[in-house]
């Protein structure tokens, strides 16, 4: 089990950019795979962008070529950045650590990302 804590939620204006940051209780590159997943009100909670320990990244459509998800080995960290902001990326964001073995998820508790004017 790998406890998650993000961090770098917050209001910015359409174009606008944030970071996004999760930092692992311990090393997670070997074992995991990593993702941003987010849940907009009254919706269900769906992949943005993962990477896996080889540096595979996967993207949701609607955020390619405006995302990028990094991770950092030795600060146990996976980033989320976010560019071109729109009104509809606005919605809780939660990293995820996945074990390609079993399946098994462990999740942050989330960060609030508004997209507003």
């Known amino acids: 089990q790998v406890q998650l804590v993000e961090s770098g939620g917050g209001l910015v204006q359409p174009g606008g950019s944030l970071r996004l940051s999760c930092a692992a209780s311990g090393s997670i590159f070997r074992f995991y795979i990593m993702g941003w997943y987010r849940q907009a009100p009254g919706k269900q909670r769906d992949l943005v962008a993962s990477?896996?320990?080889?540096?595979?990244?996967n993207y949701k459509g609607s955020v390619k070529g405006r995302f990028t998800i990094s991770g950092d080995d030795a600060r146990n960290t996976v980033y989320l950045q976010m560019d071109d902001l729109k009104p509809e990326d606005t919605a809780v964001y939660y990293c995820?650590?996945?074990?390609?073995?079993?399946?098994?998820?462990?999740w942050g508790k989330g960060t609030l990302v508004t997209v507003a004017s």
């Open positions: 995820n650590a996945e074990s390609p073995i079993d399946g098994v998820s462990d």
């Open positions: 990477i896996t320990d080889g540096g595979s990244t």
